[in-house]
């Protein structure tokens, strides 16, 4: 998973999930370093480059511990904007993977995760 080098997902905001159709999409605010290929000068104020984007995890069976998001209260701050906390554990071994944040301590078996910038 090359497309993770230089990217810290305990620095990153998630801002949300879906789980639909045997996809998984975790939507986040990425936190780049320099030596991520996807990194950027950071605004001003930021301390490193900071993009949107998301995790989609396609072909995903047996998924357990995925908390609904309506049950989940986001942090509101300052400015008006939410997110759920940070990813604080990933793990992949083969097709199988662990992902524990806000959203919970979700495992399951995917054929594929894809990494996705809209910023």
Same mark, same amino acid.
């Given at each position: 998973?090359?497309?993770?080098? =230089? /990217?810290?997902l305990q620095d990153s905001f998630v801002l949300?999930?879906?789980?639909?159709?045997?996809?998984?999409e975790i939507e986040l605010e990425f936190s780049?370093?320099?030596?991520?290929?996807?990194?950027?000068?950071?605004?001003?104020? $930021?301390?490193?480059?900071?993009?949107?984007?998301?995790?989609?995890? $396609?072909? /995903?069976?047996?998924?357990?511990?995925?908390?609904?998001?309506?049950?989940?209260?986001?942090?509101?701050?300052?400015? =008006?904007?939410?997110?759920?906390?940070?990813?604080?554990?990933f793990e992949k071994n083969q097709s199988y993977?662990?992902? /524990? =944040?806000?959203?919970?301590?979700?495992?399951?078996?995917?054929? =594929?995760?894809?990494?996705?910038?809209?910023?």
């Amino acid at each position: 998973m090359d497309f993770l080098v =230089g /990217v810290d997902l305990q620095d990153s905001f998630v801002l949300g999930w879906h789980y639909n159709d045997q996809t998984l999409e975790i939507e986040l605010e990425f936190s780049i370093w320099p030596e991520s290929k996807y990194y950027e000068a950071p605004q001003i104020g $930021e301390h490193t480059c900071y993009r949107l984007g998301s995790l989609l995890f $396609e072909g /995903v069976l047996s998924i357990s511990g995925l908390l609904n998001q309506n049950d989940i209260q986001p942090t509101i701050d300052l400015d =008006g904007s939410k997110d759920y906390g940070n990813i604080d554990y990933f793990e992949k071994n083969q097709s199988y993977f662990k992902v /524990v =944040g806000g959203f919970g301590s979700i495992e399951f078996e995917s054929s =594929g995760v894809h990494f996705k910038l809209r910023t």
